[in-house]
């Protein structure tokens, strides 16, 4: 089967979805099928490049910053009069089976879909994030635009839609109305990538020594916001004065430093940036315990790229995050229920000052949570299922 790939991130763009493009692209490969990825054009890359195998494409693009209506993301828009002879020439000399697009609302996605169409190739769209904001107004902005243009879009040619966890699904069914209901297919990483880091570098360069370490990994916006653990923190060092909370990421919203400021913590918080992606295992080893999806709007891969290096997390989520996978059966991962502050600093701290014995079981159970729904063989597999379904 011939597989076209569609994100307008890709690496070496450090985002969860281009990471997971990536690791889909590979599994693809190596099942025996032939895959293409058409992206954007990041900066000081070529148009046509060739990683493990796989050719990606590389469409130019104008890169902006709408501001906060984005989270102060820069996005890239590749719509101009060339795109579409660009993209049937592509299309004409690959001739797609299928197209798996990720991305609801870039315009390479829009593009893509009405090139599928005349073409009559079917897709399927892996909605990674909601299209949802902390500020009211952009909230109603993003609904109507996600209504009134993104629909149309989403329900062209013979397609099926997928969302990464319940919150997703919900609201993009809510949006699109699609003619099939919104399927699950959960987020994937390649899980015997992260446990291999050495935390020395880390360590020194921080003055971690003798801290006990609470990794926050991701980027900062309004939607992981970092708050709710800033504000369990003055709880938190009361009981562990060493405890030194460590963001890894961009940090496009800096609401949570000013809130460590007037808590009187700041000096407890070290934000070092974006890293690159080789370097994440480090930081992980450095890393007692990893907190930072907490705002209940579902549960990242960054999230399972932590679990699967065997540190301990605590999330907080609605209930029922992931259909069909009861987390009953994992009782030592702490993936719990709106989490108030107070309970957030004892969870924390409880598994801070966990034996040995305990946090062994925890990584054993997490690792058997991964590997069992989120390793990127099973979630290919369900991806290639629904290809056939459509081809056929």
């Not at 054993?364 to 290639?384: G, H, R």
């Amino acid at each position: 089967m011939k597989i076209l790939i569609v994100n307008a991130f890709f690496p070496p763009m450090t985002t969860g979805s281009s990471h997971f493009s990536f690791d889909m692209a590979r599994e693809y490969l190596r099942q025996g099928h032939q895959v293409m990825v058409v992206t954007t054009q990041p900066e000081n890359t070529s148009t046509s490049d060739h990683i493990d195998g796989i050719h990606i494409t590389r469409v130019p693009a104008k890169w902006i910053a709408p501001g906060k209506v984005s989270f102060n993301y820069r996005l890239p828009f590749c719509i101009r009069p060339s795109i579409f002879r660009r993209l049937n020439k592509i299309f004409k000399a690959f001739e797609p089976d299928v197209i798996h697009q990720n991305g609801q609302f870039f315009d390479l996605t829009l593009a893509t879909t009405l090139v599928a169409r005349r073409r009559k190739i079917p897709r399927v769209l892996t909605v990674h994030t909601p299209l949802t904001h902390t500020n009211t107004f952009a909230r109603l902005l993003i609904s109507t635009v996600d209504r009134l243009v993104l629909r149309p879009f989403a329900n062209t040619g013979k397609s099926r839609i997928f969302g990464v966890d319940r919150f997703t699904m919900d609201m993009v069914q809510r949006r699109y109305k699609p003619k099939t209901p919104v399927g699950f297919i959960p987020a994937t990483l390649d899980v015997r990538a992260f446990g291999a880091g050495d935390p020395t570098r880390i360590i020194d360069h921080y003055d971690l020594a003798n801290k006990k370490v609470i990794l926050s990994f991701g980027h900062v916006i309004p939607i992981r916001s970092r708050i709710p653990l800033i504000r369990a923190l003055p709880e938190i060092l009361s009981k562990v004065p060493n405890a030194q909370v460590v963001v890894v990421g961009e940090v496009y919203d800096t609401t949570f430093l000013k809130i460590a400021e007037e808590l009187g913590v700041a000096s407890h918080i070290t934000v070092v940036g974006r890293v690159p992606h080789v370097d994440v295992p480090d930081y992980l080893a450095a890393a007692h315990i990893e907190t930072h999806d907490l705002d209940i709007h579902g549960i990242g891969i960054t999230t399972f790229e932590v679990m699967a290096a065997g540190v301990p997390i605590i999330a907080s989520v609605d209930s029922d995050v992931f259909p069909g996978i009861d987390l009953g059966q994992w009782p030592k991962v702490r993936i719990l229920s709106g989490l108030s502050t107070s309970q957030l600093s004892h969870e924390i701290v409880d598994l801070l000052n966990a034996d040995s014995a305990q946090l062994e079981e925890m990584q054993i159970q997490q690792l058997d949570l991964i590997t069992k729904n989120f390793s990127v063989e099973i979630v290919a597999e369900k991806y290639l299922t629904v290809f056939h379904e459509l081809t056929n």
